[in-house]
């Protein structure tokens, strides 16, 4: 069964940095994109960053220069390094697996986890 499992969210204050870990199991982990999305407050689920199971990264115009994705495989876990994190940051943030091997920039997942939520306030 393919369980993918977020942690690292919480309360941030404008500027500030938080680190999201995902952990995954019941897959070859190294065979598949990884991605993280999220969704606002009344919002549509909006595709954040993902990363090719050989390392290339991609990213969101609006997130681009502020965040960085990486993987380790050996511990099949993925991560989002969330830096100067804005206002417009704020919401519930998914791990998503890709349907295979490459980022399908803004494609649904095949399956995604609880989500970890973000929240920004001074």
């Known amino acids: 069964e393919v369980q993918l499992v977020e942690s690292g969210g919480g309360l941030v204050q404008p500027g500030g940095s938080l680190r999201l870990s995902c952990k995954a199991s019941?897959?070859?982990?190294?065979?598949?994109?990884m991605n993280w999305l999220r969704q606002a407050p009344g919002k549509g689920l909006e595709w954040v960053s993902g990363?090719?199971?050989?390392?290339?990264?991609y990213y969101s115009e609006s997130v681009k220069g502020r965040f960085t994705i990486s993987r380790d495989n050996s511990k099949q876990e993925a991560y989002l390094q969330l830096n100067d994190i804005k206002i417009d940051d704020q919401g519930m943030y998914y791990c998503?697996?890709?349907?295979?091997?490459?980022?399908?920039?803004?494609?649904?997942?095949?399956?995604r986890g609880q989500g970890t939520q973000v929240t920004v306030s001074s």
């Open positions: 990363i090719s199971g050989g390392g290339v990264e």
């Open positions: 998503g697996r890709s349907w295979g091997l490459n980022i399908v920039q803004g494609q649904v997942p095949a399956q």
């Open positions: 019941g897959f070859t982990f190294s065979g598949y994109g």
